[in-house]
């Protein structure tokens, strides 16, 4: 496992990281502990260096998950997690209101460095862009928990390029989060070149398109109710139908290749600029080292190309958000 430098940061991590919301949170029932922490240990083991979490997963309960499983490899690993939800007393106490005031973050992080149990959160993003506090005021905030010893690097997730360079002026923005992948490549367009110019490091979620280019899922798949995925309308039973002619042809690439459809989506993005690094997760040993297997598949210019042009000629189908989150992002 080779390292990436995140942007002008000098924050060094594995070329993958490791996503690990799924194991607790979104993506269906969550993964029994055990099994959840030999998950995340098998990655530190294998070189990752790089884990993602956040308090609203759960909440709580994966970043307790992740401090438990990640405390034999503390001072090796680095460790991101985010701030800006709140629960709305009005909607029952659901996790969905926005609260990025500088006292909510704060109170945040000191709760987070408890959870994780470390004495400095790596990366702290901001989990999405709260319009009733004005990024400047985030980012001071922040500044103030870096100067205090508390969070070592300051990150913005789903944010727009505009409030990326606001940020930046008062805090230098380290990464960003943000949803790309062969599935979604819209952030070529809007934030990468501004990503690029500021020196600010690129950190993909969803690298695998929520799991549908691995293969793995076709028209016929059922979602459980507590999977995310289920009310996305880019994989209604339709749009997946549809949107099955993508896959089709990362397949055949994966197959040239003599590799897995998972292993070209990641190698892609690998490809695509040094200062990259996808964050894949899932809840399965044998989805880890597959996933893993990735870094050693070499994609040239000609090969990322041709991958590109094919890919670009299928239109794909349905939003990635319902509307309710989709307002939430590109800020």
């Not at 149990?117 to 928990?145: S, T, W």
């Not at 099955?244 to 190698?267: C, G, H, N, S």
Request: charged share 25%; hydrophobic share 40%.
């Amino acid at each position: 496992m080779q390292k990436r430098t995140l942007g002008n940061s000098r924050l060094e991590v594995s070329e993958l990281g490791f996503g690990c919301m799924g194991l607790s949170f979104g993506l269906g029932p969550a993964t029994e502990k055990q099994e959840a922490i030999r998950v995340i240990r098998a990655a530190a083991e294998s070189g990752v260096t790089f884990f993602d979490t956040a308090e609203v997963y759960g909440p709580f309960v994966n970043e307790e998950l992740v401090g438990e499983a990640l405390a034999p490899f503390r001072g090796k690993v680095v460790i991101a997690t985010k701030f800006g939800w709140t629960a709305n007393p009005a909607d029952g106490g659901k996790w969905n209101a926005l609260d990025s005031r500088p006292s909510h973050i704060r109170e945040v992080a000191e709760a987070s460095l408890k959870r994780l149990k470390v004495d400095a959160i790596d990366l702290f993003y901001q989990h999405r862009v709260d319009l009733n506090v004005p990024i400047e005021e985030v980012a001071g905030a922040v500044k103030g928990l870096i100067e205090q010893g508390k969070v070592k690097h300051f990150g913005l997730s789903e944010a727009g390029a505009q409030t990326i360079r606001r940020a930046h002026a008062v805090q230098p923005v380290t990464a960003l989060q943000s949803e790309y992948s062969l599935f979604f490549r819209e952030p070529e367009q809007t934030v990468i070149p501004t990503l690029e110019e500021l020196g600010i490091g690129f950190v993909p979620f969803s690298p695998l398109g929520k799991g549908f280019l691995t293969g793995k899922i076709n028209a016929g798949t059922r979602f459980d109710a507590t999977d995310f995925r289920s009310i996305v309308p880019r994989f209604t039973s339709e749009n997946r139908e549809a949107n099955q002619a993508l896959v089709d042809v990362i397949t055949a690439f994966a197959q040239q290749k003599k590799v897995t459809p998972a292993q070209i989506a990641l190698a892609w993005l690998l490809a695509k600029k040094p200062w990259i690094v996808p964050i894949p997760g899932t809840t399965r040993l044998s989805r880890l080292e597959e996933n893993l297997g990735a870094v050693k598949v070499e994609l040239t210019p000609e090969e990322v190309k041709s991958l590109e042009d094919a890919t670009s000629r299928i239109k794909v189908e349905g939003e990635r958000y319902p509307a309710s989150h989709a307002q939430l992002v590109g800020r």
